[in-house]
C-alpha cells in the first residue's frame, strides 16, 4: 500500500454499521486514511471489517481530522467523499503547506469538493506568514516601495492604525495573510 503525506496523516474514522448501531453495538475499528492508497482500498477494509454483514452501511461514529475536511463537507457520519484521495492528492502536490490551505479557506469559506478552484485562487492572492497585522503591514509597504528607506528619525508611523485600514484590502487565518 502506498502511503499519502501531509493532509492524510492524520485523518482516522471509526467505521461501524447503522445495523450494529441500532442494534445497540458500536463495534467497528478505526481506519488510519493515510494506510490506503484510494478510496477502493479503504472501502474494502471496511467492508472486510463488517463481512459479517450482507451490505452493510457504513457510519463514521467518529473521526479524527483536519477541519478543513469537515467544513468542505468531505466527511460526515454517513458520508466520506469518494475524491478524498484525489483532493488529497491535489493538495499534497501543490506549491502550498496545507496549514496555509486550510487558513485560505476559511478566510474565504470555501466549501467545495473542487480543490483547483481554491488551489487557484490562493496562488494569486497569498502573501505570506506575518507575526502579526502591524508586521504584514510595515513589510508589505517597504517591500512595495511605499516607505523610503532613510526616513528621518523625526517621523513616526503608527503602525497600529496602518494595519487596520490596510487590511480592508487583505484578510488572514493563522497568521497567513491573503488579498481580498
Not at 17 to 31: A, D, F, P, R
Not at 86 to 96: G, K, L, T
Not at 136 to 150: K, M, V, Y
Request: net charge negative; with cysteine; aromatic share 16%.
Amino acid at each position: 500500500m502506498a502511503k499519502l503525506t501531509n493532509c492524510l496523516d492524520t485523518f482516522s474514522i471509526y467505521v461501524g454499521t447503522y445495523k450494529k448501531y441500532n442494534e445497540g453495538s458500536i463495534y467497528g475499528e478505526w481506519l488510519n486514511l493515510s494506510d490506503y492508497s484510494n478510496y477502493d482500498e479503504l472501502l474494502q477494509a471496511m467492508q472486510d471489517l463488517h463481512q459479517d454483514e450482507d451490505e452493510p452501511e457504513i457510519m463514521f461514529q467518529d473521526y479524527e481530522c483536519s477541519e478543513f475536511f469537515i467544513k468542505q463537507k468531505l466527511i460526515s457520519e454517513c458520508h466520506l467523499s469518494v475524491n478524498i484521495y484525489e483532493i488529497a492528492e491535489e493538495i499534497n502536490n501543490s506549491d502550498y503547506d496545507f496549514e496555509v490551505i486550510e487558513a485560505y479557506a476559511e478566510c474565504v469559506s470555501y466549501y467545495h469538493e473542487d480543490i483547483s478552484d481554491l488551489l487557484d485562487s490562493l496562488s494569486d492572492s497569498y502573501y505570506g506568514e506575518y507575526s502579526s497585522d502591524e508586521d504584514f503591514a510595515q513589510t508589505t509597504l517597504e517591500q512595495d516601495g511605499s516607505i523610503p528607506e532613510n526616513l528621518p528619525s523625526y517621523i513616526y508611523i503608527d503602525w497600529e492604525a496602518t494595519a487596520r485600514h490596510l487590511m480592508y484590502d487583505y484578510m488572514s487565518s493563522k497568521g497567513y495573510y491573503f488579498r481580498n
